[in-house]
């Protein structure tokens, strides 16, 4: 049986999603109940890795298990046997060739700043960025606005050592370039959050963090909003801002 | 020059309030940062514990140190000295005989019940009882009613065999013995949220925990809420209901 789990796990305790020896991951976390549900030993996938302290509201992941068990019982008992720091939102049996990365269309993300120097509560503080600058709105806005549409974004991907090591390990369905597509984006105030969210057909490593922070660049008054497009045809990490924390991060709808 | 400090933090990470070796605890922890900051070790006065787990949105703290610093110098320092789970809210010069605990005349706890068995976010489950139980909100408020006033509130102390040692070792101006008054003790519904707050001249070791597990076996038609003056009058810890988890509770305020 070919199972589809939705998830949402708070990244705080977690070193990431990807099983690593010896240390906390959601992956790892969740393969563990699965064994300790049905005996068996499967490796999750999940809809794309989430890096430490990063949380998710709704991340997908697929694995198959030979044991016959239904979708209710399977719930009940992943939510038995998982840490309180994850739960099993829903399950679904779904066709063998359905892979929550592969089979991916779209992918939302949410950023959230507590902006400004007031004190930053502990029960929020793994939950945001606490960002001392004073941020326009306005400016975040025009700045976010720059990215919609089809890009490359290299200048907004991590500088990672590991990451054409990734992609030759890790067939995917996107084009192995920087090219993707961004459907929205744009901020919002709530409370005394202000909030970013962003669709596209897929994300490279930290782009959500690098745009972050170069909109904070550009909101903070360090860049105008208006050198979004220079920065975008720089194709180079270096013409960007900093990345934003990890914190602030979640994984909000993975859509297929 | 003595200080009061106002701190908020998150339970969830320490063993509570009480320095112990080896262990991460608040009053370390806070213990460390004035080192760092004044070269002094003193170990700062809470108005109380906090059990492992437990939250303070207004916890007290007091100490004396030699060194000469202006209060909002001290009070940036101490923020940047601090993990992002404890915050100082305000420092505040006060004089050498004021005392976190022993001036203290009223605190006030909340604690706050996700009911049902709809599932708890990850985000938020350290800082509710995520109880399966639906619960009646008038029965709960009818059997807090029983509490108001001042009684002997042994049933809902914990059996604590360092109870003995802790009250001897302890000088208080509270009396040694079980007898407290409270002002104020309500249930309200927020959001999904039911919450209880609860104004007293003091509190027991667990007192609000074993107060809220009694209310909720009333709540779920376990006792009926008129036998709280039953459980009251018998002195007796076994009377009463289990301990609500650590995780519901927040310190909220501590009145001079």
Redesign the interface.
């Known amino acids: 049986m070919h199972w589809k789990l939705t998830l949402?796990?708070?990244g705080t305790p977690f070193n990431g999603w990807q099983i690593q020896p010896n240390l906390p991951t959601v992956q790892g976390t969740l393969a563990n109940a699965i064994h300790h549900i049905t005996g068996e030993s499967v490796l999750p996938q999940g809809s794309g890795r989430t890096d430490a302290g990063v949380?998710a509201l709704a991340q997908v992941a697929t694995f198959s298990i030979t044991v016959s068990i239904p979708a209710p019982n399977l719930h009940r008992a992943l939510?038995r046997a998982l840490p309180?720091?994850?739960?099993?939102?829903s399950v679904e049996a779904v066709p063998e060739d359905f892979h929550a990365r592969h089979s991916a269309q779209r992918k939302t993300y949410e950023y959230r700043i507590l902006p400004g120097d007031r004190?930053?509560?502990?029960?929020l503080?793994?939950?945001v960025w606490?960002c001392r600058f004073s941020l326009d709105l306005k400016v975040l806005q025009q700045a976010a606005t720059h990215v919609l549409g089809t890009h490359d974004f290299s200048s907004f991907a991590a500088n990672d050592p590991d990451q054409a090591a990734r992609n030759a390990s890790e067939p995917t369905d996107l084009p192995i370039d920087n090219v993707r597509t961004i459907y929205h984006s744009a901020w919002h105030e709530q409370q005394d959050l202000l909030i970013y969210r962003v669709t596209g057909s897929g994300f490279l490593h930290h782009m959500v963090r690098n745009l972050v922070g170069t909109f904070v660049e550009a909101a903070s008054n360090r860049i105008s909003p208006d050198e979004i497009p220079t920065i975008l045809a720089a194709h180079n990490r270096s013409a960007a801002g900093p990345t934003a924390p990890a914190s602030g991060l979640f994984l909000v709808e993975v859509e297929y």
Do not use: E
């Open positions: 949402t796990y708070d949380h939510n309180t720091s994850i739960r099993v939102l004190i930053c509560s502990p029960m503080a793994p939950y606490p």
